[in-house]
């Protein structure tokens, strides 16, 4: 029994840390209170996103090119060596004879290569690198705002939503009250039981409103969890901030102000500016290949061959007498044959080891090397036509960044206006419909209309309501969008 309580008690030692962990996890990034505010939201994401992390990388994909590029100045060097086995004919490495037997051969080599001149290539390519690095730095950057972009609208939905299930639930609230005094009354014999009906549907619908605002209210904490990276739950929430009234805060900010703001500080017009200029220097890079190629090279070698034997020192050896006749007149009639020594020559040698025939064999070389490109299937032609076209592109892509902008924030502000006009007349349209609402209410109570006509003017009175939401939290993203713009802070 002890046994398997502490079983037991392990068992939720495990999942009181698991639980803890999880936890751990999705507040990472919020305050000490464990809320999420606009701020703590938008830089966790700039860190955690996973658009952002993938950004940062290609930067520092972008740091190895260039990297790369300035190394390709410095000289190359390689060693090269093989051992070997042959059997049957092959030709000696040391003495290039043909040989037929059993033997181990060995040739090693070390070679460097420096460029000296390379049609400015080398040169070039640093600097179209270089310009590429700056490019994917300010693409860096554009994520970043991309992302704080989908933050602060996933944060403004919530906002939204919360706002509309008040709203609902405000309504839902008063229309169990009428709900209540309208049984009382049917109880009493005051109005008929349709009455009791119609505000039960009211309430129904009501209800409807209420669940709808709060699935989208679930729907857009799901979508800002899922922009920060982290684990969904339901303890996951947001700092809710004073959202000033669109007539508190009107639009003052021109378009066109905001455009050349824009065109200054925005990360994606640098970057599409600087790969306009990698474009014209890949131009030169191509061209480079239409001149000649310097390099000066240097390399040493060696062989070595089983067969070789090392010369210790040369022995002459007696090979026994050879008979020679002597003719003692020139009449060649007198003769005599007179036995000479005969002597040949023979080596005396040793096994001659694998270092000590490299270090004998040692070979160095060293030199220019020019190569002069004459006719390569026009290879280096369609090269250069194909950087132009490249850097058109770039120019036509800098061209479309800036028209896009101009007609974003032209829109922006258009729409800014226009939300702002809006939350004017529907405050109004609210003001006049909640003095309508709480008079039907009244006529309602004494029997003067019916429930059916009721309905009516609070259903008017709740659109109101919402619509007024609606326009007031359109008005803050497209006010927010035009801050962005500008390089604001897009907190509350």
């Given at each position: 029994?002890?046994?398997?309580?502490?079983?037991?008690l392990l068992?939720?030692?495990?999942?009181t840390?698991?639980?803890?962990?999880?936890s751990?996890?999705?507040?990472?990034g919020a305050?000490?209170?464990?809320?999420?505010?606009?701020?703590?939201?938008?830089?966790?994401?700039k860190?955690?996103?996973?658009n952002?992390?993938?950004?940062?990388?290609?930067?520092e994909?972008?740091q190895?090119?260039?990297?790369?590029?300035?190394?390709?100045?410095?000289?190359?060097?390689n060693?090269?060596?093989?051992y070997?086995?042959?059997t049957g004919?092959?030709?000696?490495?040391?003495?290039?004879?043909?040989?037929?037997?059993?033997?181990?051969?060995?040739?090693?080599?070390?070679?460097?290569?420096?460029?000296?001149?390379?049609?400015?290539?080398?040169?070039?390519?640093?600097?179209?690198n270089?310009?590429?690095?700056?490019a994917?730095?300010?693409?860096?950057?554009?994520?970043?705002?991309?992302i704080?972009?989908q933050?602060v609208?996933?944060?403004?939905?919530?906002?939204?939503?919360?706002?509309?299930?008040?709203v609902?639930?405000?309504?839902?609230?008063?229309?169990?009250?009428?709900?209540?005094?309208?049984?009382?009354?049917?109880?009493?014999?005051?109005?008929?039981?349709?009455?009791?009906?119609?505000?039960?549907?009211?309430l129904?619908?009501?209800?409807l409103?209420?669940?709808?605002?709060q699935?989208?209210?679930?729907?857009?904490?799901?979508?800002?969890?899922?922009?920060l990276?982290i684990?969904?739950?339901?303890?996951?929430?947001i700092?809710?901030?004073?959202?000033?009234?669109?007539?508190e805060?009107?639009?003052?900010?021109?378009?066109?102000?905001?455009?050349?703001?824009?065109?200054?500080?925005?990360?994606?017009?640098?970057?599409?500016d600087l790969?306009?200029?990698?474009a014209?220097?890949?131009?030169?890079?191509?061209?480079?290949?239409?001149y000649?190629?310097?390099?000066?090279f240097?390399?040493?070698?060696?062989?070595y061959?089983?067969t070789?034997r090392k010369?210790?020192?040369?022995?002459q050896?007696?090979?026994g007498?050879?008979?020679?006749?002597?003719?003692?007149?020139?009449?060649?009639?007198?003769?005599?044959?007179?036995?000479?020594?005969?002597?040949?020559?023979?080596?005396?040698d040793?096994?001659?080891g694998?270092?000590s025939?490299?270090?004998?064999?040692?070979?160095t070389?060293?030199?220019?090397s020019?190569?002069?490109?004459?006719?390569?299937?026009l290879?280096?032609r369609?090269?250069?036509?194909?950087?132009?076209l490249?850097?058109?592109?770039a120019?036509?892509?800098?061209?479309?960044a800036r028209?896009?902008?101009?007609?974003?924030?032209?829109?922006?502000?258009?729409?800014?206006i226009a939300?702002?006009?809006?939350?004017?007349?529907?405050?109004?349209q609210?003001?006049?419909?909640?003095?309508?609402?709480?008079?039907?209410?009244?006529?309602?109570q004494?029997?003067?209309?019916?429930?059916?006509d009721?309905?009516?003017?609070?259903?008017t009175?709740?659109?109101?309501?919402?619509s007024?939401?609606?326009?007031?939290?359109?008005?803050?993203?497209?006010?927010?969008?035009?801050?962005?713009?500008?390089?604001?802070?897009?907190?509350?």
């Amino acid at each position: 029994m002890k046994k398997m309580s502490n079983k037991v008690l392990l068992l939720a030692l495990g999942l009181t840390i698991g639980g803890y962990s999880t936890s751990l996890a999705q507040q990472q990034g919020a305050g000490s209170d464990g809320i999420w505010s606009l701020e703590e939201a938008v830089n966790y994401a700039k860190t955690n996103n996973l658009n952002v992390r993938q950004s940062s990388l290609n930067r520092e994909l972008e740091q190895a090119d260039l990297n790369q590029s300035r190394a390709s100045r410095l000289p190359s060097i390689n060693a090269n060596g093989n051992y070997s086995f042959n059997t049957g004919s092959f030709q000696d490495p040391v003495t290039f004879s043909l040989l037929t037997q059993n033997a181990r051969t060995s040739n090693v080599s070390i070679n460097a290569t420096l460029p000296l001149f390379a049609g400015f290539q080398q040169v070039n390519q640093i600097k179209q690198n270089s310009l590429n690095l700056e490019a994917s730095e300010q693409d860096y950057l554009s994520a970043q705002n991309d992302i704080t972009v989908q933050i602060v609208t996933a944060y403004l939905n919530i906002l939204f939503a919360n706002e509309q299930m008040n709203v609902s639930d405000l309504q839902r609230n008063l229309t169990r009250e009428q709900l209540k005094r309208t049984n009382i009354l049917f109880n009493a014999g005051s109005v008929a039981e349709n009455a009791v009906l119609d505000i039960e549907s009211q309430l129904a619908t009501d209800e409807l409103n209420y669940i709808t605002a709060q699935n989208q209210r679930d729907i857009s904490r799901l979508t800002l969890m899922q922009l920060l990276n982290i684990p969904t739950s339901e303890d996951f929430q947001i700092e809710i901030p004073k959202i000033p009234e669109p007539d508190e805060n009107p639009v003052i900010v021109d378009g066109s102000q905001v455009y050349d703001v824009a065109l200054q500080t925005l990360p994606a017009i640098r970057a599409t500016d600087l790969r306009l200029r990698s474009a014209e220097r890949g131009i030169d890079l191509a061209r480079g290949a239409y001149y000649p190629r310097l390099s000066l090279f240097a390399g040493a070698g060696s062989r070595y061959a089983s067969t070789s034997r090392k010369l210790v020192a040369l022995e002459q050896v007696n090979v026994g007498r050879v008979p020679q006749v002597v003719y003692y007149d020139a009449a060649g009639s007198e003769s005599d044959i007179i036995y000479f020594d005969q002597f040949s020559t023979r080596r005396i040698d040793e096994h001659y080891g694998m270092f000590s025939q490299w270090d004998d064999n040692l070979n160095t070389q060293f030199g220019l090397s020019l190569q002069i490109p004459i006719l390569n299937s026009l290879q280096v032609r369609t090269n250069v036509q194909r950087a132009k076209l490249q850097h058109q592109n770039a120019k036509l892509n800098a061209d479309i960044a800036r028209n896009n902008l101009r007609q974003t924030i032209e829109q922006a502000y258009v729409d800014a206006i226009a939300a702002q006009r809006r939350y004017a007349a529907s405050l109004q349209q609210v003001n006049a419909s909640e003095k309508n609402f709480r008079n039907a209410e009244l006529r309602l109570q004494n029997g003067v209309i019916n429930s059916v006509d009721f309905n009516i003017i609070a259903n008017t009175y709740r659109s109101a309501q919402s619509s007024l939401i609606q326009a007031k939290y359109d008005y803050t993203f497209k006010l927010k969008i035009l801050d962005f713009y500008q390089g604001k802070d897009l907190s509350f």
